[in-house]
């Protein structure tokens, strides 16, 4: 049986023409979402959730393309752009009733969190992001031997064919090595969490990789405009990051601060799935972001 965030119910809520999202939604209160990493799904929130749930509308989505959320296709590369998956969110809370919340993502949640934030600044209040870059600094930060820690990312920007077949003829081994490599606590992701996982990344190796393939392409084209046009986060914004910054020879406060006039940065001593690893770190610096 399929873990579950205790006390949080399940539906289905339409957000697009033919796609709906699994999300689950507990507590009551203003409303926080909360947008999952891969190769995850929203179940990675369950320790946060249940604990913002005692005085928030706790909205926990699998994002288009992942979990039980539909996956659809992806015929012009735009299906899978932060874009496209951050309109799903602002439609989702307000098909729930909310026109405006607070966000918080991790890993892939975090760059539709801060698309999002971006491109409806009147719609989210706060945004946290947990141990990521944005799109278009990952790209520039990546280079010679240290790019290696992201090779996923260049096999999955490759055309549509080969990373798919690759990634379906070892999927478990493909997606349990990230579960595996950036845990500092293996116990964090207890069997069946982890086999919850699994499964649900070997049913959504397409999308899964139309989702790595936009942040190579359309993804930085949406970052470089906004670079340009000096565009920035106008909410309070908290970022949550290990201490790969400085091992990596970058400096991942400054790159935020270039993109959030409103920036508290952090650092956490835990491995990449933070939520799992350390959640009551993970609430307190939500509960202070909200508190902003």
């Not at 891969?38 to 604990?51: G, I, K, N, S």
């Not at 989702?92 to 491109?119: I, K, N, P, Q």
């Not at 990789?209 to 930085?220: E, F, P, Q």
């Not at 970022?239 to 400054?254: I, N, P, R, T, Y």
Request: proline share 5%; charged share 20%.
């Amino acid at each position: 049986m399929t873990p579950q965030i205790t006390g949080f119910t399940r539906r289905r809520v339409t957000v697009a023409d033919g796609v709906a999202l699994n999300v689950a939604v507990g507590g009551s209160g203003s409303p926080v979402v909360l947008l999952h990493g891969f190769p995850q799904t929203h179940l990675m929130w369950r320790h946060v959730a249940a604990d913002l749930a005692a005085d928030h509308t706790v909205i926990c989505p699998d994002l288009r393309g992942y979990g039980d959320s539909d996956k659809p296709a992806d015929p012009d590369g735009l299906a899978y752009s932060k874009r496209t998956m951050a309109a799903d969110v602002v439609a989702l809370a307000r098909a729930l009733g909310h026109e405006r919340f607070a966000l918080a993502g991790h890993d892939r949640g975090a760059l539709v969190a801060v698309r999002a934030g971006l491109d409806h600044p009147d719609a989210v209040t706060h945004l946290a992001s947990l141990d990521v870059l944005p799109t278009l600094d990952s790209w520039e930060v990546m280079r010679g031997r240290s790019a290696a820690v992201g090779f996923h990312l260049y096999l999955m920007a490759q055309p549509p064919g080969l990373p798919e077949a690759m990634i379906a003829g070892a999927a478990d081994a493909f997606f349990g090595y990230f579960l595996d490599l950036w845990a500092n606590d293996p116990n964090a992701i207890p069997a069946d969490v982890r086999a919850a996982y699994l499964k649900a990344s070997r049913e959504a190796i397409p999308s899964i990789v139309a989702d790595y393939r936009a942040t190579a392409t359309v993804d930085v084209e949406h970052d470089e405009a906004d670079r340009r046009a000096g565009n920035k986060l106008t909410m309070p914004v908290t970022v949550l990051q290990q201490d790969w910054g400085s091992a990596l020879g970058f400096d991942a406060a400054g790159r935020w601060r270039a993109w959030a006039q409103d920036l508290e940065h952090r650092t956490v001593t835990c491995g990449h799935f933070m939520a799992e690893e350390a959640p009551a770190e993970v609430v307190k610096a939500l509960r202070d972001l909200l508190a902003r």
